[in-house]
């Protein structure tokens, strides 16, 4: 079964420096996500991502987060300078055109600890 | 804005019946689904409506009404790997918007 793969699992960094999330979406998927759960809380929508631009994003989606598709098959979130209160766990996903119900697949998620 | 309410928690017995209640209001609506968390993991899909009433998958089974703002999860046979969070999750064609989850605790 196709699945979203996000590199790496886990990540500790030092507040004020930048991350690098990754994810490699399914193959013939053409619609691309991130969501953010900190610990306790509940799931967040952070961005969407469509035809190589932000289709939408929320609040928490300020100018410290940037994403991009830099080649056929990886999606990034860039986080430009950590703070404390990113420390969370970071989910991509993608769907097809079309299949908005069952081809919506979440990778595993990415643990950013923030120091 | 977006309001997802269901219980925080909830216990009940191997073997047993269990009915998850979720009330919602979101801006735009083009169905509901059912998550399943396990802690430190992501989320995986258990169910979905797009119109009202029932729809059965195995031992879990899903209902709406979007009249009344209101979903409901039923897992039956439970066991003890059922013992998760469980996130109401309404869908607007390109995002989801969670609850915060009920904690499933499943006791011998």
Not at chain 1, 10 to 29: A, D, F, K, W, Y
Not at chain 1, 76 to 93: G, H, N, Q, V
Not at chain 2, 85 to 103: D, E, R, V
Request: charged share 20%; glycine share 8%; aromatic share 14%.
């Amino acid at each position: 079964e196709p699945e979203v793969t996000q590199t790496p699992s886990h990540q500790v960094t030092q507040m004020g420096q930048e991350v690098i999330l990754r994810c490699v979406p399914i193959s013939n998927h053409l619609y691309f996500y991130w969501y953010r759960q900190i610990l306790g809380q509940k799931v967040e929508f952070l961005v969407s991502f469509y035809n190589n631009e932000i289709s939408e994003k929320s609040e928490i989606f300020d100018d410290q987060f940037s994403v991009e598709r830099p080649d056929g098959s990886n999606f990034t979130l860039k986080i430009r300078s950590t703070k404390l209160e990113d420390s969370a766990m970071y989910f991509c996903a993608s769907r097809n055109q079309g299949n908005e119900v069952y081809g919506y697949t979440f990778g595993s998620g990415t643990r950013l600890t923030v120091v | 804005g977006q309001n997802i309410d269901q219980p925080t928690e909830m216990t009940a017995t191997e073997g047993a019946i269990v009915q998850i209640n979720c009330t919602y209001q979101t801006s735009g609506f083009n169905g509901l689904f059912w998550y399943q968390q396990h802690a430190g993991e992501a989320p995986t899909f258990l169910s979905y409506n797009v119109l009202d009433g029932l729809e059965e998958k195995g031992r879990f089974s899903s209902f709406l009404s979007r009249s009344k703002g209101y979903s409901y999860l039923l897992l039956k046979e439970l066991q003890m790997k059922d013992s998760a969070s469980y996130l109401c999750a309404p869908f607007n064609f390109n995002k989801f918007y969670f609850g915060s989850g009920t904690k499933l605790n499943v006791k011998p």
